[in-house]
């Protein structure tokens, strides 16, 4: 379920989520490198936009990104990565809790 929706994100709205930081320093660089090679390159680049949008503290404290593009990233784009990283958390906590399971058994 994850994988299906990271490629969702990565195909239908990569192309949206860059328009919206196209001034980071940061996605210059990996944006011209990844984006139109393959599902798989989109797939990381979507990934690393997540990380932006979700954890910009460093990235802001660098310079690499203008932190006035986060915050008037997409509302509905941010919701979508939002649900993502929480799609994340939970199959992490399933997977240790699954981890803890096998072991007491």
Do not use: C
């Amino acid at each position: 379920m994850s994988i299906a929706f990271s490629l969702y994100l990565s195909h239908r709205h990569l192309d949206a989520m860059l328009e919206a930081l196209k001034g980071s320093r940061y996605l210059a660089v990996w944006a011209a490198g990844l984006r139109g090679h393959g599902w798989f390159r989109r797939f990381t680049l979507a990934a690393q936009i997540r990380g932006m949008v979700m954890w910009p503290g460093a990235l802001i404290r660098t310079g690499e990104v203008d932190p006035d593009e986060i915050r008037n990233f997409p509302a509905h784009l941010k919701r979508l990565l939002v649900a993502e990283t929480v799609l994340h958390g939970i199959i992490l906590v399933w997977g240790v809790v699954a981890f803890v399971l096998l072991k007491l058994k």
